[in-house]
């Protein structure tokens, strides 16, 4: 069985830090390409960022230059470090797996390929 399990969220004021982990079992994960989507109120999923054998392979302009993914294969996770925060990037952050790619739209979570439960972020001003 698959699982993704993301944690990490939490409440911070605007211009903290957070590191989103999402940890896994059940898949290849050296194979599997990942990303980091979330969700806003009132907002479509959408991709943030996204990784393949450790290499950047997507980062949404919203979150350039503050945001950066990563993987480490020996301990099966993914992380999201999460700079200079701001109110806007409040949303359930979620992980997702896919061998054939990753869209850019979707929605958190989909029915294409593996997804996490997701994990809460919540930016003060």
């Known amino acids: 069985e698959v699982q993704l399990v993301e944690s990490g969220g939490d409440s911070v004021q605007a211009g903290g830090s957070l590191r989103l982990a999402c940890t896994t079992s059940g898949i290849d994960f050296d194979d599997a390409g990942w990303g980091w989507y979330r969700q806003g109120p009132g907002k479509e999923c959408e991709l943030i960022s996204s990784?393949?054998?450790?290499?950047?392979?997507f980062t949404a302009d919203s979150v350039k230059g503050r945001f950066t993914v990563s993987q480490d294969n020996a301990k099966k996770t993914v992380y999201l470090q999460m700079n200079s925060l701001k109110p806007e990037d409040t949303a359930m952050y979620y992980c997702?797996?896919?061998?054939?790619?990753?869209?850019?739209?979707?929605?958190?979570?989909?029915?294409?390929?593996?997804w996490g439960q997701g994990t809460q972020v919540t930016v003060s001003s």
């Open positions: 990784i393949r054998n450790h290499v950047d392979t």
């Open positions: 997702a797996a896919s061998f054939y790619g990753l869209p850019e739209k979707s929605s958190c979570p989909s029915s294409y390929g593996y």
